[in-house]
C-alpha cells in the first residue's frame, strides 16, 4: 500500500467546525472572529477576561541542529500536543505562522508532517489570515513616511546616510538585498543606499509577538530607531508619526489564530520570526492566553536549540514573565548518523558507530538546556530507516548524559505513538523540579551577554568583533539600553558560524559582523558570520514544483 503524503493526509483531515474547538478551552462563539469554517482569531475581550487565572504547565520543544535528514521539531510539538489530550490532559499547542520565503524556497511547508499536522494545511502555509501581510504593510508604511518626511524638508534633520530602517518582503530575494532608491530625479527624492530584509526578521514582527495588548503595541512601535542625526542623536518611529498608522494596520494581526490538529485539539498558530536572524518564537499573547485556559500548552522555538531554546529562554520568557516546566529535545537516528559523518544518500544502511559519534550534538544541546535549571526528554522521532540498534545506541547515550530518550512514532500513529511521551512529560512537569533561570542577568554589559552565550551556549573560545562593533555596543549602554537581552543572527546548522561544521565542534571563535539595535522589541541583534537577514532562493526552488493541479487543489507544498 502506497504511503500517504503529508498534504493528501490533510485534505483528508475531518475537521470540526472551529467554534467546536475554542469551545474546548471555553471560549465562546461572540469571542470567535471566524475566517472562513475552519480557522479564527480570538478576540482581545476574551484573552483580557482571562488574565486573573492561573497559569497551566508550558512545554518547550527544541531540537538539535537541523540537517537535511530532517529532524521533525513541529511534526513533534503536534504529536506531543494530541498525547497529552490522549491521557486526559487539557492541552493546546502554540506554534508560529509560516513565512511565504521558505515554502517557495526549500522547506515547503511549517505545519508539521502525517499524521501529526494543524489544519487547515495550505491555508496556513500561504496567506492565512493575513497577519504576514500585514506586517509587511505596516513596516514599509514606515518606510514610505521616513523618506516622505526627508523629501518635505527634513524637519528631524535625519542624516539620510544613517537611516536604518530597511524595507521588508515575505519572500526570498537576494536581488533585494542592498539597493539604491529614489533614482530618477528631484521629483523621487534624495538618493540613499537601503535594501530589504525578509518580513520575519522585521522588528515589527517581533514586536507584534512580544507585546500584551494594542496599546503595548504603539508604545514599542513607537519606540523603534528609525535613523540617526548627524550628531549621532536617534530618531524614533514616534518622531515620524507612523506609530499610530501601523497600529491601525496591525490591529487584527495582534489577535491569535486558533485552528486544530488532525485530531480536532486545539492549536494557536501566531506571529513567525525565524529564529536564525531574530527571536524564534510565537507570540507571547498566544502563549499567555493558552496558558490561562489549557492544562499543559506546547511551544516550540525555531531551528536548534542553541538559537530558538536560548532565545526562547533569555528574551520570550524574560519578557513575558514565563518559565517551562519541562523541555522536549527533538532528535532523529538519521541526524545523527549525519552528525556522525553519514552522507545523505547512505542514511537508509544502518551505522550505529556513526550514530554513536553524532550524539555529541544531541549531548551539548541537552548540557545546555540544563544549564537553565529545566528538566529535558529526548523525543527520538522515528523514521522507519531506523533500526532497534540504532534507536538504543541514542538511548543509551542520552541514559548516560542523566535523561531519557523515549521513541516516537506520531508521524504514522499521531497521539497514539507519542503517549508514552505525554506520561514522561506530565511526571516531569508535575514534580516541581524545574528551577528555570536565564542564561545573564539584565545589568550584564552587552559584550559580557554576547561572550556568555558565545561561550556556554556555542562553545566558542572568544568572540570577535571590532573596535566599531564594542563602541557601538558602549554608545547603547551610555542611551540605557545596556539592559536588553541579545538576539543572535547565526547559522542554524552548526553551534559556530560555519554551517558545515556539524557535531559538537570546540576551539573556535564567533565573529559579529554588525549589531542592530531593536529598542521597540527590546533586543539587540547581533549578526554574526556570514548570515543573511534577506535569505535567497536555491539553485532548485520548491515554487517550481507548486502548482494546482486539474482539481484545483494545490500540489507541492510538501
Given at each position: 500500500?502506497?504511503?500517504?503524503?503529508?498534504?493528501?493526509?490533510?485534505?483528508?483531515?475531518?475537521?470540526?467546525?472551529?467554534?467546536?474547538?475554542?469551545?474546548?478551552?471555553?471560549?465562546?462563539?461572540?469571542?470567535?472572529?471566524?475566517?472562513?469554517?475552519?480557522?479564527?482569531?480570538?478576540?482581545?475581550?476574551?484573552?483580557?477576561?482571562?488574565?486573573?487565572?492561573?497559569?497551566?504547565?508550558?512545554?518547550?520543544?527544541?531540537?538539535?541542529?537541523?540537517?537535511?535528514?530532517?529532524?521533525?521539531?513541529?511534526?513533534?510539538?503536534?504529536?506531543?500536543?494530541?498525547?497529552?489530550?490522549?491521557?486526559?490532559?487539557?492541552?493546546?499547542?502554540?506554534?508560529?505562522?509560516?513565512?511565504?520565503?521558505?515554502?517557495?524556497?526549500?522547506?515547503?511547508?511549517?505545519?508539521?508532517?502525517?499524521?501529526?499536522?494543524?489544519?487547515?494545511?495550505?491555508?496556513?502555509?500561504?496567506?492565512?489570515?493575513?497577519?504576514?501581510?500585514?506586517?509587511?504593510?505596516?513596516?514599509?508604511?514606515?518606510?514610505?513616511?521616513?523618506?516622505?518626511?526627508?523629501?518635505?524638508?527634513?524637519?528631524?534633520?535625519?542624516?539620510?546616510?544613517?537611516?536604518?530602517?530597511?524595507?521588508?518582503?515575505?519572500?526570498?530575494?537576494?536581488?533585494?538585498?542592498?539597493?539604491?532608491?529614489?533614482?530618477?530625479?528631484?521629483?523621487?527624492?534624495?538618493?540613499?543606499?537601503?535594501?530589504?530584509?525578509?518580513?520575519?526578521?522585521?522588528?515589527?514582527?517581533?514586536?507584534?509577538?512580544?507585546?500584551?495588548?494594542?496599546?503595548?503595541?504603539?508604545?514599542?512601535?513607537?519606540?523603534?530607531?528609525?535613523?540617526?542625526?548627524?550628531?549621532?542623536?536617534?530618531?524614533?518611529?514616534?518622531?515620524?508619526?507612523?506609530?499610530?498608522?501601523?497600529?491601525?494596520?496591525?490591529?487584527?494581526?495582534?489577535?491569535?489564530?486558533?485552528?486544530?490538529?488532525?485530531?480536532?485539539?486545539?492549536?494557536?498558530?501566531?506571529?513567525?520570526?525565524?529564529?536564525?536572524?531574530?527571536?524564534?518564537?510565537?507570540?507571547?499573547?498566544?502563549?499567555?492566553?493558552?496558558?490561562?485556559?489549557?492544562?499543559?500548552?506546547?511551544?516550540?522555538?525555531?531551528?536548534?536549540?542553541?538559537?530558538?531554546?536560548?532565545?526562547?529562554?533569555?528574551?520570550?520568557?524574560?519578557?513575558?514573565?514565563?518559565?517551562?516546566?519541562?523541555?522536549?529535545?527533538?532528535?532523529?537516528?538519521?541526524?545523527?548518523?549525519?552528525?556522525?559523518?553519514?552522507?545523505?544518500?547512505?542514511?537508509?544502511?544502518?551505522?550505529?558507530?556513526?550514530?554513536?559519534?553524532?550524539?555529541?550534538?544531541?549531548?551539548?544541546?541537552?548540557?545546555?538546556?540544563?544549564?537553565?535549571?529545566?528538566?529535558?526528554?529526548?523525543?527520538?522521532?522515528?523514521?522507519?530507516?531506523?533500526?532497534?540498534?540504532?534507536?538504543?545506541?541514542?538511548?543509551?547515550?542520552?541514559?548516560?548524559?542523566?535523561?531519557?530518550?523515549?521513541?516516537?512514532?506520531?508521524?504514522?500513529?499521531?497521539?497514539?505513538?507519542?503517549?508514552?511521551?505525554?506520561?514522561?512529560?506530565?511526571?516531569?512537569?508535575?514534580?516541581?523540579?524545574?528551577?528555570?533561570?536565564?542564561?545573564?542577568?539584565?545589568?550584564?554589559?552587552?559584550?559580557?551577554?554576547?561572550?556568555?552565550?558565545?561561550?556556554?551556549?556555542?562553545?566558542?573560545?572568544?568572540?570577535?568583533?571590532?573596535?566599531?562593533?564594542?563602541?557601538q555596543l558602549h554608545a547603547w549602554e551610555a542611551q540605557g539600553y545596556g539592559h536588553l537581552p541579545i538576539c543572535m543572527a547565526k547559522t542554524q546548522y552548526s553551534f559556530t558560524t560555519?554551517?558545515?561544521?556539524?557535531?559538537?565542534?570546540?576551539?573556535?571563535?564567533?565573529?559579529?559582523?554588525?549589531?542592530?539595535?531593536?529598542?521597540?522589541?527590546?533586543?539587540?541583534?547581533?549578526?554574526?558570520?556570514?548570515?543573511?537577514?534577506?535569505?535567497?532562493?536555491?539553485?532548485a526552488p520548491s515554487a517550481e514544483s507548486i502548482r494546482l493541479n486539474d482539481s484545483g487543489q494545490i500540489e507541492g507544498l510538501f
Amino acid at each position: 500500500m502506497a504511503i500517504k503524503t503529508d498534504i493528501e493526509i490533510a485534505r483528508e483531515a475531518k475537521k470540526r467546525p472551529i467554534q467546536e474547538i475554542g469551545a474546548k478551552l471555553g471560549i465562546g462563539s461572540d469571542d470567535l472572529l471566524p475566517y472562513g469554517h475552519d480557522k479564527a482569531k480570538v478576540s482581545q475581550r476574551f484573552i483580557d477576561s482571562v488574565q486573573d487565572r492561573p497559569n497551566g504547565k508550558l512545554v518547550l520543544v527544541t531540537a538539535i541542529n537541523p540537517t537535511p535528514a530532517g529532524e521533525g521539531k513541529t511534526t513533534t510539538t503536534v504529536g506531543l500536543g494530541d498525547g497529552l489530550n490522549r491521557i486526559g490532559k487539557k492541552a493546546a499547542v502554540c506554534i508560529r505562522e509560516a513565512s511565504l520565503g521558505p515554502n517557495f524556497g526549500m522547506k515547503g511547508g511549517a505545519a508539521g508532517g502525517g499524521m501529526a499536522q494543524v489544519v487547515p494545511m495550505e491555508e496556513m502555509n500561504l496567506h492565512f489570515t493575513g497577519d504576514f501581510h500585514a506586517i509587511t504593510s505596516a513596516h514599509n508604511l514606515l518606510s514610505a513616511m521616513i523618506d516622505n518626511h526627508i523629501y518635505w524638508g527634513n524637519e528631524l534633520e535625519i542624516d539620510i546616510r544613517r537611516v536604518v530602517w530597511r524595507r521588508v518582503l515575505d519572500m526570498n530575494d537576494r536581488a533585494l538585498r542592498q539597493i539604491t532608491a529614489s533614482l530618477g530625479g528631484v521629483a523621487n527624492g534624495f538618493p540613499r543606499e537601503t535594501g530589504f530584509d525578509i518580513t520575519v526578521a522585521s522588528e515589527v514582527m517581533a514586536i507584534l509577538c512580544l507585546a500584551r495588548n494594542l496599546e503595548d503595541l504603539q508604545k514599542r512601535l513607537g519606540d523603534m530607531i528609525v535613523a540617526y542625526r548627524r550628531d549621532k542623536t536617534p530618531v524614533f518611529c514616534r518622531d515620524i508619526k507612523a506609530d499610530g498608522a501601523m497600529t491601525v494596520l496591525l490591529k487584527d494581526a495582534m489577535q491569535p489564530n486558533l485552528v486544530q490538529t488532525l485530531e480536532n485539539n486545539p492549536a494557536f498558530v501566531h506571529g513567525g520570526p525565524f529564529a536564525n536572524i531574530a527571536h524564534g518564537c510565537n507570540s507571547v499573547t498566544a502563549t499567555t492566553t493558552a496558558l490561562k485556559i489549557a492544562d499543559y500548552v506546547v511551544t516550540e522555538a525555531g531551528f536548534g536549540a542553541d538559537l530558538g531554546a536560548e532565545k526562547f529562554m533569555n528574551i520570550k520568557c524574560r519578557k513575558a514573565g514565563l518559565a517551562p516546566d519541562a523541555v522536549v529535545l527533538v532528535a532523529t537516528v538519521r541526524a545523527m548518523k549525519m552528525n556522525g559523518g553519514v552522507a545523505k544518500a547512505d542514511l537508509g544502511a544502518e551505522n550505529v558507530e556513526a550514530v554513536k559519534k553524532g550524539c555529541a550534538n544531541l549531548g551539548r544541546h541537552l548540557s545546555n538546556l540544563k544549564g537553565f535549571g529545566v528538566p529535558v526528554v529526548v523525543a527520538i522521532n522515528h523514521f522507519v530507516s531506523d533500526t532497534d540498534a540504532e534507536v538504543e545506541a541514542v538511548k543509551e547515550y542520552v541514559s548516560g548524559q542523566g535523561s531519557e530518550a523515549i521513541l516516537c512514532k506520531h508521524w504514522a500513529k499521531g497521539s497514539e505513538g507519542t503517549e508514552e511521551l505525554a506520561k514522561k512529560v506530565v511526571q516531569l512537569a508535575e514534580s516541581g523540579v524545574s528551577n528555570f533561570a536565564p542564561l545573564y542577568p539584565d545589568e550584564m554589559g552587552l559584550f559580557e551577554k554576547i561572550q556568555t552565550i558565545a561561550k556556554r551556549i556555542y562553545h566558542a573560545d572568544e568572540v570577535l568583533a571590532d573596535k566599531s562593533v564594542r563602541d557601538q555596543l558602549h554608545a547603547w549602554e551610555a542611551q540605557g539600553y545596556g539592559h536588553l537581552p541579545i538576539c543572535m543572527a547565526k547559522t542554524q546548522y552548526s553551534f559556530t558560524t560555519d554551517p558545515n561544521r556539524r557535531g559538537a565542534p570546540t576551539g573556535h571563535s564567533v565573529p559579529v559582523r554588525e549589531v542592530r539595535l531593536s529598542a521597540g522589541a527590546g533586543f539587540v541583534v547581533v549578526i554574526c558570520g556570514e548570515i543573511m537577514t534577506m535569505p535567497g532562493l536555491p539553485r532548485a526552488p520548491s515554487a517550481e514544483s507548486i502548482r494546482l493541479n486539474d482539481s484545483g487543489q494545490i500540489e507541492g507544498l510538501f
